[in-house]
């Protein structure tokens, strides 16, 4: 897959997408935020108001690719802590989760489907099959980058891809392996992230 974000006149990024390209990321995009979920939501009838300061979880998902979108705030994960202070560590990332968790739940889900209502509102290409031209307007581009980056890390999560790995070495899988399907869409996500980023930056 090819393809990159280029700068629109005024702001904004514009790409060319083919429709297997938006099929591929519209899918993503779906699965990221039924795997996001609405979070704890109050039970039906409730004061809408009450919702709004209803607490979060106060434990990490179990899942590891949720983890990885919604970690602990107080536990770096390369200092060695010791029982007090890993005690007050993760009491205090437990209050930070119950007082944010749901607001970032919240945002990271409308990120996702952003990206699928923007792909749904693209007209078919012109005759011969050509690429459809998403244009993003800057607020819908960082709903994009938030999303391309949502998407990575719960890809990057599923193929045990650590901070000291770039996941080079995934890219020698032969093409049986049944997740190379999954790690080519992980470099085509992130290049894509790249150049929406480039389009972003000031010149």
Avoid: C
């Amino acid at each position: 897959m090819s393809g990159r974000f280029e700068p629109l006149p005024g702001g904004g990024a514009a790409i060319a997408l083919d429709e297997v390209e938006i099929s591929i990321l519209r899918s993503l995009a779906m699965q990221l935020a039924e795997l996001i979920g609405p979070g704890d939501q109050p039970a039906g009838g409730e004061d809408p108001l009450a919702a709004l300061f209803a607490d979060g979880p106060s434990k990490p998902p179990e899942d590891p690719a949720l983890a990885r979108l919604f970690p602990d705030a107080y536990s770096p994960p390369d200092q060695e802590l010791g029982a007090r202070e890993e005690k007050e560590a993760r009491e205090a990332s437990a209050e930070f989760r119950r007082f944010t968790e749901n607001d970032l739940r919240a945002r990271k889900r409308d990120d996702a489907l952003t990206v699928v209502r923007d792909l749904d509102a693209l007209g078919p290409g012109s005759s011969g099959g050509a690429p459809a031209v998403l244009e993003l307007a800057p607020e819908r581009s960082r709903h994009w980058l938030g999303a391309l980056n949502d998407l990575r890390l719960a890809i990057g999560t599923r193929l045990e891809v650590t901070d000291e790995d770039d996941g080079g070495e995934l890219l020698r899988l032969p093409d049986a392996d049944p997740r190379k399907p999954m790690v080519m869409a992980y470099f085509w996500l992130g290049g894509l992230q790249e150049t929406l980023i480039e389009t972003l930056m000031p010149e």
